[in-house]
């Protein structure tokens, strides 16, 4: 009797946690359609995800107990259906259960979470290291020890996105969008798979976060500070994740994106890399035409003071200053390449000295002296920007 | 005509002059709740533009600026010119009847407190016609972006400081007032529950307020006067803002949740036809919930990076909150169970705002779970969750309290078709709005940006959608309580067949002056 009874309790049992198992499978299925976290990609991610499946699970069948109990009392104890009210106000024996046993369950979920935790939190013996640093708006990466470094922004076309129509440019209707919209940049951060790869997050002007959900980091870049994270990706592909901190206008236009790739594939990407650099340098010394420093100019121009001063150099007033007729751009040049070069503390303009290399700042001032009706007629050659410098 | 008597009673100037000297709790209660109507429209106009500029992916509406700075006036507003100030009107109207005082403690002070709001609420708005436009570094200021914002953060900071001052006056009063008046044998532990939170609501008000006007002054100097306390190039640290801007605004949480509870705890019992559950243990755990929000105050700043030891401490403290609060709702559907239940409108508001704040509060619980938080923080899964524990929570038992007490205030009974109507559109619409919102977190939407990638699209929708349906269902709510005011079936004294307390002995509406000789409680 007794064993026929316990072979019922397991059958239960068992239909129980399949369908406890079942709703896992369901929900992670959901991930796909962007219900839940998004597919993990490292061990780390993986354990955040059953945490997060484990908890929300827990908190669901609490609410279905105590509101099925509820909602009972609102069907069967309403005065409609003539029920009379009781006048108990106290019992300290359910009191009691019903603090120790969520208090149990709270403990339940603590364990697990401080073990992740901790794994987390241990950074050491790491395979690689990237330096992050956040700028208004966009990432910079440098690999330690590599020669490597670099800026990466935002790819989506401005035609994309459109105008608004409050807005001092007018409005105007945003093109059709590509598939990765806000989540392209022009140069993404390539990484070695199966390696533990250590970042460190600072940033230049305000917080910001570095966040890859499918990767399981989230850390806010905190300037004059330096933050530590880490992430051993299994799988190559590319996974995409954006600023979560608020830093200022463009806060929702400075995407992250990276791409895993086998180890053979990051050393050839490596040496890519450090050629072009060379190369880049090398230009800093020749001497550059006005139509080829104008065109420059341009792209740099679009790409790096855009955001701010606006595509048409007329900027947003109260905030940020109209390039088009201004006083820096059209007087002495002196002052104009110390403001790009050394910034203006405690505004958005940043110092770009550090960020472009000789020839993007001698282009992008030429292009500022000579666009916008600025028609100064000026010429910055590279060697000159290589010169203040030193 | 009444005796000379009484009419000496009720003696009061007339027109504007009546509302700008009045030390009437009455009357007082009816500025603050008036005030607060019209911040609500005013934030609730704020995320409509933020829902029509999310409403499809591409800027469309406002530009990013802009879009900022809406996000920052609509909590501010919400918070320190909606939320707060109502709760301080329903406890002007409400403690001085349910503790049988004839008026606050403070009367002069209770009108200053007032008066001062509108000047705060000019100076907060008035920012946006600043040049570089109103504050826009989202509500929390946090520096170094806010030091860089035009004179519109200035504006704020004064504004924050008007608002701090109000409510350290406000919260003064009702400490003296609860302390000072009770009529004779209503002991602290016979008083109603509305007053109890009040009482510990005005405590963390008077612990935090001032912390709040210290860091904003910090900022003030930090951006006006060459300090650097959050500047690394002077030295300063900007994560030292969060600590203490956090450790007012965790309280801050509760002292908008606290006074709901009350509500929540005087509603059930009276359509329930039943004394509420664990009377003792609802106080208890009211205190306890205040003691722990001073002690939880980084787990909003998880991932700032903090020592090991410092997230586990944080993750514990928070999630042991839990269990207060899984204590209250426990109660509440106790008090419920085997009751005699009727559904009038603050009954349905009361039920929407257990089974909602519930949400809220195990999606809280899921976010003080560290590893996790990782994934959750900054995204939409916390705008959903504030707004579970905010709109669900707060702003429901506020309307829950109205549609309670306003045939007590006016004499007049609302529609009760119009008030069952208003509800059910309130909770529909506020569902479609911020349930979807979760799985946006998830999915990796980050909060406060003015435009999204694809995948976003649909839930986005949704969301603006029942935003647009929020916001227009609560100019029947305004429609309800202004004809409520201007006529409509008489109430009777008790107004509920349910209801007990010192406030339902009163005429409905109550006379001027109310108590002028203490009643007696047993």
């Given at each position: 009797?007794?064993?026929?009874?316990?072979?019922?309790?397991?059958?239960?049992?068992?239909r129980?946690?399949?369908?406890?198992s079942?709703?896992?499978?369901?929900?992670?299925a959901?991930a796909?359609?962007?219900?839940?976290l998004q597919?993990?990609?490292t061990?780390?991610a993986?354990?955040?995800?059953?945490l997060?499946n484990?908890?929300?699970?827990v908190?669901?069948?609490?609410?279905?107990?105590?509101?099925?109990?509820m909602?009972?009392a609102?069907f069967a104890?309403?005065?409609s259906?003539?029920?009379?009210?009781?006048d108990?106000?106290?019992?300290?024996?359910?009191?009691?259960?019903?603090?120790?046993?969520?208090?149990l369950?709270?403990?339940?979920m603590a364990i697990?979470?401080?073990a992740?935790?901790?794994?987390?939190?241990?950074?050491?013996?790491?395979?690689?290291?990237?330096?992050?640093t956040g700028?208004?708006?966009?990432?910079?990466?440098?690999?330690?020890?590599k020669?490597?470094s670099?800026?990466?922004?935002?790819?989506?076309?401005r035609?994309?996105?459109?105008?608004?129509?409050?807005s001092?440019?007018?409005?105007?209707?945003?093109?059709a969008?590509?598939?990765?919209?806000?989540?392209?940049?022009?140069k993404?951060?390539?990484?070695?798979?199966?390696?533990k790869?250590?970042?460190?997050?600072?940033?230049?002007?305000?917080?910001?976060?570095?966040?890859?959900?499918?990767?399981?980091?989230?850390?806010d870049?905190?300037p004059?500070?330096?933050?530590q994270m880490?992430?051993?990706?299994?799988?190559?592909?590319?996974?995409?994740?954006?600023?979560?901190?608020?830093?200022?206008?463009?806060?929702?236009?400075?995407p992250?994106?990276?791409?895993a790739?086998?180890?053979?594939d990051?050393?050839a990407w490596?040496?890519?890399e450090?050629?072009?650099?060379?190369a880049?340098?090398?230009?800093?010394?020749r001497?550059?035409?006005?139509?080829e420093?104008?065109?420059?100019?341009?792209e740099?121009y679009?790409?790096?003071?855009?955001?701010?001063?606006?595509?048409?150099g007329?900027?947003?007033?109260g905030?940020?200053?109209?390039i088009?007729?201004?006083?820096?751009?059209?007087?002495?040049?002196?002052?104009?390449?110390?403001?790009?070069?050394?910034?203006?503390p405690?505004?958005?303009?940043?110092?770009?000295?550090?960020?472009?290399?000789?020839?993007?700042?001698?282009?992008?001032i030429?292009y500022?002296r000579?666009?916008?009706?600025?028609?100064?007629g000026?010429?910055?050659?590279?060697?000159?920007?290589?010169?203040?410098?030193k | 005509?009444?005796?000379a008597?009484?009419?000496?009673h009720?003696?009061h100037?007339?027109?504007?002059?009546?509302?700008?000297?009045?030390?009437?709790?009455?009357?007082?209660g009816?500025?603050?709740l008036w005030?607060?109507?019209i911040?609500?429209?005013?934030?609730?106009?704020m995320?409509?533009?933020?829902?029509?500029?999310?409403?499809?992916?591409?800027?469309?509406?406002?530009?990013p600026h802009?879009f900022?700075?809406?996000t920052t006036l609509?909590?501010?507003?919400?918070?320190?010119?909606?939320?707060?100030?109502?709760f301080v009107?329903?406890?002007?109207?409400q403690i001085p009847?349910?503790?049988?005082?004839?008026d606050?403690?403070?009367?002069?002070?209770?009108?200053w407190?007032?008066?001062?709001l509108?000047?705060?609420?000019?100076?907060?708005?008035?920012?946006?016609?600043?040049?570089?436009g109103?504050?826009?570094?989202?509500?929390?200021?946090y520096?170094?972006?806010?030091v860089?914002?035009?004179?519109?953060?200035?504006?704020?900071?004064?504004?924050?400081h008007?608002?701090?001052?109000?409510?350290v006056?406000?919260?003064l009063n009702?400490?003296?007032?609860?302390?000072?008046?009770?009529?004779?044998?209503?002991?602290?532990?016979?008083?109603?529950l509305?007053?109890?939170?009040?009482?510990?609501t005005?405590?963390?008000?008077?612990a935090?307020?001032?912390v709040l006007?210290?860091?904003?002054?910090?900022?003030?100097?930090d951006?006006h006067?060459?300090?650097?306390?959050?500047?690394?190039?002077?030295?300063?640290?900007?994560?030292?803002?969060?600590?203490?801007f956090?450790?007012?605004?965790?309280?801050?949480v509760?002292?908008?949740?606290?006074?709901?509870?009350?509500?929540?705890s005087?509603?059930?019992?009276?359509?329930?036809?039943?004394?509420?559950f664990g009377y003792?243990s609802?106080?208890?755990a009211?205190?306890?919930?205040a003691?722990?929000s001073f002690?939880?105050?980084?787990h909003?700043m998880?991932t700032?990076?903090?020592?090991t030891?410092?997230?586990?401490?944080?993750?514990y403290?928070?999630?042991l909150?839990?269990?207060?609060?899984?204590?209250?709702?426990?109660?509440w559907?106790?008090?419920?169970?085997?009751?005699?239940?009727?559904f009038?409108?603050?009954?349905?508001?009361?039920?929407?705002?257990?089974?909602?704040?519930?949400?809220?509060?195990?999606?809280?619980?899921?976010?003080a779970?560290?590893?996790?938080d990782?994934q959750?923080?900054?995204?939409y899964?916390?705008?959903?969750?504030?707004h579970?524990?905010?709109?669900?929570?707060?702003?429901?038992?506020?309307?829950?309290?109205?549609?309670?007490?306003?045939p007590?205030?006016?004499?007049?009974?609302?529609?009760?078709?119009?008030?069952?109507?208003?509800f059910?559109l309130?909770?529909?619409?506020?569902?479609?709005?911020?349930?979807?919102?979760?799985?946006?977190g998830?999915a990796g939407?980050p909060r406060?940006?003015?435009d999204?990638a694809?995948q976003?699209?649909e839930f986005?929708?949704?969301?603006?959608?029942?935003?647009?349906g929020?916001?227009?269902?609560?100019l029947?709510?305004?429609y309800?309580?202004?004809?409520?005011?201007?006529?409509?079936?008489?109430a009777?004294?008790?107004?509920?067949?349910?209801?007990?307390?010192l406030?339902?002995?009163?005429?409905?509406?109550?006379?001027?002056h109310?108590?002028?000789?203490?009643?007696?409680?047993?």
């Amino acid at each position: 009797m007794f064993m026929l009874r316990l072979a019922k309790l397991r059958h239960a049992l068992l239909r129980v946690t399949s369908a406890v198992s079942l709703f896992f499978v369901s929900t992670l299925a959901f991930a796909e359609y962007g219900f839940n976290l998004q597919p993990p990609v490292t061990p780390i991610a993986r354990e955040i995800l059953n945490l997060h499946n484990a908890i929300m699970i827990v908190c669901a069948v609490i609410f279905v107990i105590v509101f099925g109990a509820m909602f009972y009392a609102v069907f069967a104890h309403r005065k409609s259906r003539g029920h009379k009210a009781s006048d108990f106000d106290e019992s300290t024996k359910v009191e009691i259960v019903w603090t120790v046993v969520p208090f149990l369950i709270l403990v339940g979920m603590a364990i697990p979470s401080t073990a992740t935790l901790l794994k987390m939190d241990d950074v050491t013996e790491s395979d690689l290291t990237i330096k992050i640093t956040g700028y208004q708006w966009k990432w910079h990466y440098e690999y330690m020890d590599k020669g490597v470094s670099f800026f990466s922004v935002l790819a989506t076309p401005r035609d994309e996105i459109g105008r608004p129509m409050f807005s001092s440019t007018g409005f105007k209707a945003g093109d059709a969008k590509n598939a990765n919209y806000l989540l392209q940049v022009d140069k993404p951060l390539v990484l070695p798979v199966d390696q533990k790869i250590r970042f460190l997050v600072t940033t230049n002007d305000v917080l910001h976060a570095w966040w890859v959900p499918q990767i399981g980091i989230k850390k806010d870049g905190i300037p004059g500070f330096i933050n530590q994270m880490w992430a051993r990706i299994e799988q190559p592909g590319t996974y995409r994740g954006q600023c979560a901190e608020l830093c200022g206008k463009d806060h929702g236009f400075m995407p992250i994106v990276l791409d895993a790739v086998s180890e053979q594939d990051f050393n050839a990407w490596l040496e890519q890399e450090k050629a072009m650099m060379a190369a880049a340098a090398a230009g800093a010394d020749r001497e550059w035409a006005k139509a080829e420093l104008l065109e420059k100019g341009k792209e740099t121009y679009d790409k790096v003071c855009a955001s701010c001063h606006q595509p048409n150099g007329q900027g947003i007033a109260g905030v940020f200053p109209a390039i088009a007729g201004s006083k820096v751009a059209t007087g002495p040049l002196d002052e104009h390449l110390h403001l790009v070069m050394a910034g203006k503390p405690g505004t958005a303009m940043q110092a770009f000295g550090p960020q472009l290399d000789d020839v993007a700042l001698a282009a992008v001032i030429t292009y500022q002296r000579n666009a916008f009706g600025n028609n100064t007629g000026d010429l910055v050659q590279p060697s000159r920007i290589k010169a203040l410098r030193k | 005509m009444a005796t000379a008597a009484t009419a000496h009673h009720d003696e009061h100037p007339y027109g504007i002059m009546r509302w700008l000297c009045t030390t009437n709790h009455k009357d007082i209660g009816t500025l603050y709740l008036w005030f607060a109507f019209i911040m609500f429209f005013v934030g609730g106009a704020m995320a409509m533009v933020i829902r029509a500029e999310l409403f499809q992916p591409g800027l469309q509406v406002v530009d990013p600026h802009f879009f900022n700075q809406m996000t920052t006036l609509h909590a501010l507003v919400m918070i320190f010119g909606a939320v707060m100030p109502a709760f301080v009107g329903l406890a002007n109207w409400q403690i001085p009847m349910m503790i049988g005082a004839p008026d606050m403690a403070l009367p002069r002070l209770n009108n200053w407190s007032f008066w001062l709001l509108p000047f705060a609420a000019t100076l907060l708005l008035g920012g946006l016609f600043a040049p570089g436009g109103g504050p826009a570094a989202g509500w929390t200021i946090y520096p170094p972006l806010s030091v860089q914002g035009g004179m519109g953060t200035d504006f704020t900071i004064l504004a924050i400081h008007t608002l701090g001052i109000s409510s350290v006056l406000g919260a003064l009063n009702i400490i003296a007032t609860i302390l000072n008046m009770r009529a004779p044998g209503l002991t602290l532990m016979k008083m109603p529950l509305f007053v109890w939170t009040w009482l510990i609501t005005a405590y963390l008000l008077l612990a935090v307020m001032p912390v709040l006007a210290g860091v904003v002054t910090m900022l003030l100097t930090d951006r006006h006067f060459g300090t650097h306390f959050f500047d690394p190039a002077g030295g300063g640290d900007p994560v030292l803002f969060q600590h203490v801007f956090w450790f007012f605004g965790h309280p801050e949480v509760y002292i908008l949740i606290l006074p709901a509870f009350g509500v929540i705890s005087q509603i059930l019992p009276t359509f329930s036809r039943k004394p509420l559950f664990g009377y003792d243990s609802m106080v208890y755990a009211t205190g306890s919930i205040a003691f722990l929000s001073f002690v939880v105050w980084a787990h909003h700043m998880f991932t700032v990076g903090l020592p090991t030891a410092g997230e586990l401490f944080f993750m514990y403290m928070t999630m042991l909150i839990a269990v207060p609060t899984g204590v209250k709702v426990f109660n509440w559907v106790s008090t419920m169970w085997r009751g005699s239940m009727t559904f009038e409108t603050p009954m349905l508001f009361a039920i929407g705002f257990v089974f909602l704040f519930t949400i809220g509060g195990l999606s809280g619980l899921m976010l003080a779970i560290v590893p996790a938080d990782f994934q959750y923080h900054d995204t939409y899964f916390v705008v959903a969750h504030f707004h579970y524990v905010l709109f669900s929570g707060s702003i429901m038992a506020i309307m829950g309290a109205v549609y309670y007490w306003l045939p007590k205030w006016t004499g007049n009974m609302y529609n009760e078709a119009q008030g069952k109507w208003h509800f059910w559109l309130t909770a529909i619409f506020f569902n479609i709005t911020f349930f979807p919102q979760h799985f946006l977190g998830l999915a990796g939407m980050p909060r406060r940006i003015p435009d999204y990638a694809l995948q976003f699209t649909e839930f986005n929708v949704w969301s603006s959608i029942g935003a647009f349906g929020l916001g227009l269902t609560q100019l029947l709510f305004l429609y309800i309580v202004v004809r409520t005011i201007r006529g409509g079936k008489k109430a009777t004294d008790r107004v509920w067949e349910g209801a007990h307390g010192l406030e339902w002995t009163l005429p409905s509406p109550p006379p001027y002056h109310t108590f002028a000789t203490p009643p007696k409680v047993d």
